[in-house]
């Protein structure tokens, strides 16, 4: 500190150097199993979805095709329904070079645009 950041500081003004608060990060949870009660809306900033039909998933699709990173959790539709969803999902991301990740139980997917990777 220089005399007069000293000086400075004695009389009650912002000292030469200033701190930066940095907020803790915290790891991404999710519970599986109820189903509408308690939905998660975003897992680190990334949205989650939940498609109860086909038809939805495409509607989701779009946010993707704007490189957009999204969640997509099957849990609230049956399992012929899911099954096609990620079949779906697959081909998507095949297509367009995508990452198609599961994160949980086969019930919740990453979907990274391509250029997108995961920061651990």
Request: net charge neutral; with cysteine.
């Given at each position: 500190?220089?005399?007069?950041?000293?000086?400075?500081?004695?009389?009650?003004?912002?000292s030469?150097?200033?701190?930066k608060?940095?907020?803790?990060?915290?790891?991404?949870?999710?519970?599986?199993?109820?189903?509408?009660?308690?939905?998660?809306?975003?897992?680190?900033?990334?949205?989650?979805?939940?498609?109860?039909?086909?038809?939805?998933?495409?509607?989701?699709?779009?946010?993707?095709?704007?490189?957009?990173?999204?969640?997509?959790?099957?849990?609230?539709?049956?399992?012929?329904?899911?099954?096609?969803?990620?079949?779906?999902?697959?081909?998507?991301c095949?297509?367009?070079?995508?990452?198609?990740?599961?994160?949980?139980?086969?019930?919740?997917?990453?979907?990274?645009?391509?250029?997108?990777?995961?920061?651990?």
């Amino acid at each position: 500190m220089s005399l007069m950041g000293g000086i400075f500081k004695a009389l009650g003004f912002e000292s030469e150097t200033k701190t930066k608060k940095v907020k803790p990060r915290t790891k991404a949870s999710y519970k599986l199993g109820d189903k509408k009660k308690n939905r998660v809306e975003d897992i680190d900033g990334v949205s989650v979805y939940y498609p109860e039909s086909f038809e939805q998933v495409t509607d989701f699709i779009e946010f993707a095709k704007q490189n957009k990173a999204i969640i997509i959790s099957t849990d609230t539709c049956e399992n012929d329904i899911a099954s096609r969803i990620i079949d779906f999902l697959k081909g998507f991301c095949f297509g367009t070079n995508a990452k198609l990740i599961p994160l949980n139980e086969n019930k919740l997917f990453l979907i990274l645009p391509e250029g997108m990777e995961i920061e651990e």
